[in-house]
């Protein structure tokens, strides 16, 4: 880190700059009846300060905040990526829209729901921008485009910064080491998961959230802190089917010094997770000799270290996610009811991904441009096809890592069929590949799939009609066809 970042005048500096311009701008809090966050019901609560209402006042008030925000990493954070995190995630509450990221690149396509500026500077291998992503329920009004303005102006000074130390590449990776993507999508069952999501941030209450191995239950927790009151404080994630059970009650509620030969005391991951978020993932998993210790912590939210003598209480918000039904496992008596009735009073159920196929090109070019500076790649018509067809039995996830595994391999500019893995092209290389290499038309195609529903239908013809969706006239046209000879008998 340059010799600038590593002492905070420059921090302490730019922070008091920002005080002073929004004691300029700011409404007495005894007048406010509005924040920069706004008022709505998505918004998260927090000390940002209350704005006039004027253009011009919105935009320095959002200035003031993103500087502080930016001159504070800055002065803070040691991981260099955490600073543009922290300043995106910020900007992201301001404007409440679903990501904010910068982009690197000329693609001048207009996308829905998408909003760009342009950041201040001269561009470098590319045109640098601010982008904003929302809920198709929930566009960019006035107000939101004002506050991106202004947050591009404060995002070109961290682009200068970054360019000035030259560690800080523009597209560089997050800090997240999951690599996991937000909540990518416009699906109406998409939308109402960020809906709940939002709903449930508001309050303290515990959550269950549900759904697939690979569909996305840790965004979902994280989104839950990141919204809350609590965002400030640590998110601490357990997976409970990784700890030996012996070691449970040590990992979870902490050890006393010298408890046995050699044992150094610790805290828990509830002690860790104190006015913060604890997120204990796949608890269907636990005995249930754990159940029962996990049963009265989450009940009292009181703690004893093993070897303790003393209880300790904690101030802490329990998400439990689970790839499994609960409910099911009561009825099979394999998961405590008293424990599923301490976990079950808000459920969040993921959508699997093939349930919300409509995602899936979103998610697929969220990934591609993430590794654009490494290999630029655009999804070709059958690729598109392919991924659009495949049930994704890993979700998101195994998304993810096809994605992956087709910037290293591939040989062009494009995702083909030949880039994808030989198990997500099962219906392609047994139907398909062989019909485009024997040149087969659309007319032949037809032809085959109107006989296999028509035999499928008894031979009802009007039958077939309907599920195919064609007239009975378009039909018989169909069956006159011959694919074999190519001709229409006369």
């Known amino acids: 880190m340059t010799r600038v970042l590593q002492h905070d005048t420059l921090a302490r500096s730019l922070?008091?700059?920002?005080?002073?311009?929004?004691?300029?701008?700011?409404?007495?809090?005894?007048?406010?009846?509005?924040?920069?966050?706004?008022?709505?019901?998505?918004?998260?609560?927090?000390?940002?300060?209350?704005?006039?209402?004027?253009?011009?006042?919105?935009?320095?008030?959002?200035?003031?905040?993103?500087?502080?925000?930016?001159?504070?990493?800055?002065?803070?954070?040691?991981?260099p990526r955490l600073v543009r995190e922290r300043f995106e995630e910020q900007l992201r509450a301001l404007v409440r829209a679903t990501s904010v990221s910068f982009r690197h690149n000329e693609d001048d396509t207009i996308r829905p729901n998408v909003v760009s500026f342009d950041l201040p500077g001269s561009p470098v291998d590319g045109r640098p921008r601010l982008e904003a992503v929302f809920d198709p329920g929930r566009p960019a009004d006035d107000r939101a485009l004002?506050?991106?303005?202004?947050?591009?102006?404060?995002?070109?000074?961290?682009?200068?910064?970054?360019?000035a130390n030259g560690r800080w590449p523009l597209a560089c990776a997050r800090s997240?080491?999951?690599?996991?993507?937000?909540?990518?999508?416009?699906?109406?069952?998409?939308?109402?998961?960020?809906?709940?999501?939002?709903?449930?941030?508001?309050?303290?209450?515990?959550?269950?959230?549900?759904?697939?191995?690979?569909?996305?239950k840790e965004l979902v927790a994280r989104q839950i802190h990141e919204l809350s009151r609590r965002r400030r404080a640590p998110f601490v994630a357990v997976n409970c089917?990784?700890?030996?059970?012996?070691?449970?009650?040590?990992?979870?509620?902490?050890?006393?010094?010298?408890?046995?030969?050699?044992?150094?005391?610790?805290?828990?991951?509830?002690?860790?997770?104190?006015?913060?978020?604890?997120?204990?993932?796949?608890?269907?998993?636990?005995?249930?000799?754990?159940?029962?210790?996990?049963?009265?912590?989450?009940?009292?939210?009181?703690?004893?270290?093993?070897?303790?003598?003393?209880?300790?209480?904690?101030?802490?918000?329990?998400?439990?996610?689970?790839?499994?039904?609960?409910?099911?496992?009561?009825?099979q008596g394999r998961f405590r009811a008293d424990l599923y009735y301490r976990l079950n009073g808000i459920d969040i159920q993921v959508p699997p991904l093939r349930d919300r196929r409509e995602d899936v090109l979103e998610l697929a070019n969220y990934f591609l441009e993430r590794h654009q500076t490494f290999r630029p790649l655009s999804l070709s018509v059958a690729a598109t096809d392919a991924l659009l067809a495949y049930d994704w039995?890993?979700?998101?996830?195994?998304?993810?890592?096809?994605?992956?595994?087709?910037?290293?391999?591939?040989?062009?500019?494009?995702?083909?069929?030949?880039?994808?893995?030989?198990?997500?092209?099962d219906g392609y290389i047994d139907i398909l590949l062989p019909a485009l290499a024997a040149k087969t038309t659309m007319r032949a195609w037809g032809s085959r799939y109107a006989r296999l529903v028509l035999e499928r239908c008894s031979n009802n013809k009007r039958q077939a009609c309907r599920e195919l969706g064609i007239s009975y006239h378009t039909l018989q046209n169909y069956l006159r066809f011959r694919p074999e000879r190519g001709v229409v008998p006369e």
């Open 146 to 163: 004002r506050m991106l303005a202004a947050g591009a102006q404060v995002a070109g000074l961290l682009l200068a910064i970054e360019r």
């Open 15 to 79: 922070v008091a700059r920002a005080g002073r311009h929004a004691e300029r701008t700011l409404v007495p809090s005894s007048r406010s009846s509005s924040s920069v966050s706004g008022s709505g019901s998505g918004s998260p609560p927090g000390p940002a300060p209350a704005c006039a209402s004027g253009s011009d006042q919105l935009k320095s008030c959002a200035t003031a905040v993103l500087l502080q925000t930016l001159t504070t990493g800055l002065a803070a954070v040691r991981e």
């Open 176 to 216: 997240r080491s999951d690599g996991a993507a937000p909540l990518i999508g416009s699906s109406r069952a998409i939308r109402l998961v960020r809906d709940r999501i939002e709903r449930v941030a508001a309050t303290d209450f515990t959550v269950l959230v549900e759904g697939e191995s690979g569909s996305g």
């Open 241 to 331: 089917a990784a700890i030996v059970e012996t070691l449970l009650e040590a990992e979870l509620f902490g050890i006393e010094d010298r408890t046995a030969t050699g044992v150094r005391g610790r805290r828990g991951k509830f002690e860790h997770a104190h006015e913060g978020t604890l997120f204990l993932d796949e608890v269907s998993d636990l005995s249930p000799a754990a159940q029962a210790k996990l049963l009265r912590a989450i009940q009292d939210l009181v703690v004893e270290r093993v070897g303790g003598h003393g209880a300790r209480r904690v101030d802490t918000r329990i998400v439990v996610a689970s790839n499994r039904s609960l409910a099911a496992l009561v009825a």
């Open 393 to 425: 039995p890993g979700n998101v996830r195994e998304l993810e890592r096809v994605i992956e595994r087709a910037v290293a391999l591939a040989a062009g500019s494009f995702l083909d069929l030949d880039d994808l893995p030989p198990a997500l092209l």
